[in-house]
């Protein structure tokens, strides 16, 4: 029996013949921490199955003993030991069959109501119905400028303009005087708008329409109660094993956060639809890296790699269109905002994966775990809240939909088919979102450890790497 220690937990690789019958856990569902969120290669002793392999673990923490599997559907040991760091709640299913997800994102202990899922009322400011093809580069550049010029207009014409009251401004007189120029700018924005179309022939616009009804306004009401503390954000990420990374990476990185944080106080919807919208570009700038490799010929061997890289855009394309559905790209700035810092960050990745790969790597693993912190903290702050709205359709029928390829394809440290998140309300929505993060975080790490051989799930259970 191979035995790997780390963080004061034992984690033992036992034999199918160690692992009888009688000892299998029972079934059932129990709460349990990630406290190591960083994968740790190790050999598996002289057992022929495993020799020569790289073996990613997770280290948990539980109240009982919890059971996850490696690429082998080999079960992995975790003695129950008490760890004093903290991340978010994720639950357990305890169970030896591969079929079944050894990470299970719901609790069974405690049935949700039946789940209905529920139409929140907005939509993708890009979406239009036409073919799957695009038309061409010019068309769909007027079309979209058009677009947004309108939504411009509007975001000043008809946009909700408080009165200020000074005394519950908290930045203090720099606070007060900055709050009353935004005010005046719109005022004047205003008013030249109307100037324009009384006398230079501008178009009058109308309100958007939006869709309406009692539930509709009700739970759109609700959305904008759900709040996201920075400053346990923060406390969160101190009080994990920090991401290992070189000053020149964690100070982008850090004044990446905090622009977030100021950007969108008390707007965490609009900050995960920011977060989704820029956590595409890392995949694809990985894609576009290692074909152009491929076709230079300089480099082949990551071919597998780029089925998992897609794999994981394609994930982080579902928890977009998550937030898409909830509002997050209601706001015309938010969306300048979101979609040009994606496509200003998809260069300088370019850039990053030129110099060197491992850096590149290390950078999306650093946003990856610090959107795990916030995902981590958001469910933990809105749990009442979040288990009383139910899940947006793209949810249930993107985690429980009959086509799930995709959904294992990313998550390489474990056998398809064994994660399978269940959608009863928008609090199970975003602790599957959070789990997937997880598993971004484990494949990033994974990626850096240069000789590692990074497979897709799928790959892996076929050729038994």
Known sequence: MAVFSYMNLSLCIPSEKAFSAEKKPTRGTRYCRLNCWRQEPFRAGSSKKHSGKNVFVCATESTGKAIDSNLDNTALFLEERTVKTEQYSLKVSSSPSSEESSFSDTNDSHPSPKRAAFNYGFQAKFLRKGPTVPGNVLKLAFENFGREWKALRRSYLFGNLEKIDANKVDSGPLGVVSAYLGRGFVLFLRGFDKLLQLYDGLPELKPEEQVTGEKVDERQQALKRLTLSNDAVW????????????????????????????????????????????????????????????????????????????????????????????????????????????????????????????????????????????????????????????????????????????????????????????????YDVFVAIAGDEFEHVKTMAACQQLDAVVVSPHKAKITGM
């Open 235 to 426: 406390e969160r990420e101190k009080s994990r094993p920090p991401v290992e990374a070189p000053w020149w990476i964690l100070g982008p990185y850090y004044v990446l956060c905090l622009m977030l944080d100021v950007i969108f106080e008390n707007r965490p919807i609009q900050r995960f639809w920011f977060l989704e919208t820029v956590a595409r570009m890392p995949y694809f700038s990985y894609i576009s890296m290692l074909h152009l490799y491929e076709t230079l010929g300089w480099w082949r061997v990551g071919a597998e790699v780029r089925k998992v890289h897609f794999a994981e855009e394609w994930n982080e394309m579902h928890h977009l269109k998550i937030m898409e559905s909830l509002g997050g790209d209601l706001l015309w700035l938010d969306r300048f905002f979101g979609q040009h810092a994606a496509f200003f960050y998809y260069w300088i990745l370019n850039l990053m994966f030129l110099i060197s790969p491992k850096v590149a790597y290390n950078f999306s693993e650093l946003i990856e775990m610090h959107a795990v912190d916030t995902y981590g903290q958001f469910v933990d702050e809105n749990e009442e809240l979040l288990k009383s709205l139910p899940p947006p359709p793209v949810a249930v029928e993107y985690y429980e939909g009959e086509d799930l390829y995709m959904y294992d394809e990313f998550q390489t440290s474990r056998l398809p088919e064994t994660r399978r998140p269940k959608i009863n309300n928008l």
